[in-house]
């Protein structure tokens, strides 16, 4: 679609996964938790935590304009 989205790809199998799909995603923001569970993100004027295993987010902070 054009927009910027989080994949992840699998060792050894390669197999690949889209993690995101938002047009507000900051690409260069996502950083993992200690465990690799989780990935944290910034997307427009909040910044989330995405579940790995579920790809669940959750908003854990919100900045109005």
Do not use: M, W
Not at 11 to 37: M, V, W, Y
Request: charged residues 25%; proline residues 6%; negative net charge.
């Amino acid at each position: 679609d054009g927009n910027p989205n989080l994949y992840e790809v699998g060792f050894p199998d390669g197999k690949i996964r889209q993690l995101t799909e938002d047009a507000a995603l900051h690409p260069f923001s996502a950083c993992l938790s200690h465990d690799g569970n989780f990935l944290y993100l910034t997307r427009g004027g909040s910044i989330s935590r995405l579940d790995r295993g579920s790809l669940k987010e959750e908003s854990l902070a919100a900045f109005p304009n």
